[in-house]
C-alpha cells in the first residue's frame, strides 16, 4: 500500500478549516484500502509573519522540499510587508514549478453564466509582469519589469500541451470536443516578450501534432470565453494574463468557492484552493471546503492515485447535485462538517 509525505500548510482566515475538512476526505479514503498520508504541518501565511516576522520560515521551505507533495490553506498574503516573506512566490522560485494548472468547468446543480464550459488555464507563475522586480526612482514615477523566459515559456507550454492530452484520454473517443491548445498574448503592444513566448509555444505545439494549437489575443479571448466557453480546452498564458483569465473562467463556470488548482514542476508540486481566506466568517464553521477537497483530489492524481482522485470528484459532484446539502455561499444552510461528512459518504472505493 502506498504511502506519501504531506507538507501542510493551514494559512490564514478559513484556510485551517477547510484544510481540516480536506484530510477529512483523505483520511476516509486510506480508511477505504486507499494510500496512506503521514502530514508534516508547518507554519506559513500571516499570521506566521506576525508570529517569527517571517512568512515563509526556513523549516517550512525545507518541510516542503522534503515531502511527496505540498498541500495549503488559503493565505493572506497581501496583508505581509514587503521583505516580509510572499509564501506563494517564494514556493514557486523554490519548488521550480513549470505552471499553475487550473480547471473550470461547469457543475451540474450548480447555477452558472456558462452551461458549457469545461477548460483548464495553465498560467506561467515564476516571472512575466509577475517577476517581482519593480523600482520607484522618484515619488511619482514606478516601475514594474516584465520577464519572459525561454525556459520558463517551454516549461509552461509543455504543460499545457501535456494537460490537453490528458484530457482528451479521460474523454474518450466518444467525446466531440478537440483537444486544444490557445495561447494567449499582446504581441502588438509586447513585440519582444510576447513575442518570445508565442515563438516558444509554436516550438513545443510541433512536438504534439495531434493537438490543435491556436492564438488569441488576451482581451479576444477574454470575450470569447464569456461568448462562447464551450470553444476552449486548454488556455496557455503569461502570468498576469493567465491569473486574470482563470478567474473569467471561475467565475463562468461554478465560482471560486469550487475552484482548485496546483502548481507543478518536474520535482515538487503544491496544492490549493482559488479562493480567499475570507477573515469575515473565519472560526465558524461555516466555509464551503470543497474547492479545497477538489484541490486534495488534484493532489491525489499527481500522486498517481487516480482512482481516489476521481472517487473524490465523484463524491463532491454527487453531494452537489443531489443539493440537499449545501454550505451558504451556494444557497444552503449546511456548515464545513456537515458538507465534508456528506462527501466521505459519498465516497465509492
Known amino acids: 500500500m502506498a504511502k506519501y509525505s504531506i507538507c501542510v500548510l493551514p494559512g490564514d482566515g478559513i ?65 505581509i510587508p514587503p521583505g516580509g516573506g510572499d509564501p506563494l512566490g517564494d514556493m514557486r522560485i523554490e519548488l521550480e514549478v513549470a505552471a499553475s494548472v487550473r480547471p473550470s468547468r461547469t457543475i451540474p446543480g450548480i447555477p452558472s453564466p456558462a452551461d458549457d464550459i469545461d477548460c483548464v488555464v495553465v498560467r506561467e507563475v515564476t516571472e512575466g509582469l509577475y517577476s517581482r522586480d519593480e523600482y520607484q526612482p522618484d515619488d511619482d514615477t514606478a516601475y514594474a519589469i516584465r520577464v519572459v523566459t525561454r525556459e520558463a ?3 509552461t507550454a509543455r504543460m499545457a500541451f501535456e494537460q490537453a492530452t490528458a484530457r482528451r484520454r479521460a474523454r474518450g473517443a466518444r467525446s466531440d ?8 498574448h499582446k504581441v502588438g503592444v509586447l513585440k519582444l516578450t510576447d513575442g518570445l513566448f508565442l515563438e516558444t509555444c509554436a516550438e513545443i505545439a510541433k512536438e504534439y501534432p495531434d493537438i490543435i494549437y491556436e492564438t488569441r489575443n488576451i482581451d479576444a479571448c477574454a470575450m470569447e470565453m464569456v461568448r462562447e466557453p464551450g470553444h476552449f480546452d486548454v488556455i496557455l498564458a503569461t502570468n498576469a494574463f493567465g491569473d486574470i483569465l482563470s478567474d473569467i473562467a471561475a467565475g463562468l463556470a461554478a ?47 499527481y500522486l498517481g492515485e487516480d482512482a481516489g482522485a476521481a472517487a473524490v470528484e465523484a463524491a463532491v459532484l454527487e453531494v452537489l447535485a443531489d443539493g440537499q446539502i449545501r454550505t451558504g455561499d451556494l444557497g444552503g444552510t449546511a456548515g464545513s462538517a456537515k458538507m465534508t461528512e456528506a462527501i466521505v459518504g459519498a465516497l465509492n472505493l
Not at 483523505?26 to 501565511?45: I, K, M, N, R, T
Not at 508570529?51 to 505540498?70: L, N, Y
Not at 484552493?273 to 493532489?299: E, F, Q, R
Open 15 to 79: 484556510g485551517p478549516e477547510v484544510v481540516g475538512c480536506a484530510r477529512g476526505v483523505l483520511d476516509a479514503v486510506s480508511a477505504a484500502g486507499g494510500p496512506q498520508f503521514a502530514y508534516d504541518e508547518q507554519s506559513a501565511g500571516h499570521g506566521t509573519f506576525l508570529e517569527q516576522g517571517h512568512a515563509m520560515p526556513d523549516a517550512s521551505m525545507a518541510a516542503a522540499k522534503a515531502a511527496d507533495a505540498v498541500f495549503l490553506g488559503a493565505m493572506d498574503v497581501a496583508q
Open 153 to 155: 515559456s517551454r516549461r
Open 177 to 184: 470536443k478537440s483537444a486544444r491548445v490557445t495561447a494567449v
Open 255 to 301: 465560482g471560486l468557492g469550487l475552484a482548485a488548482s496546483a502548481c507543478i514542476g518536474d520535482r515538487w508540486a503544491y496544492f490549493e484552493p482559488v479562493h480567499g481566506t475570507a477573515p469575515d466568517i473565519a472560526g465558524k464553521g461555516i466555509a464551503n471546503p470543497c474547492a479545497t477537497i477538489l484541490s486534495a483530489a488534484m493532489m491525489l492524481r
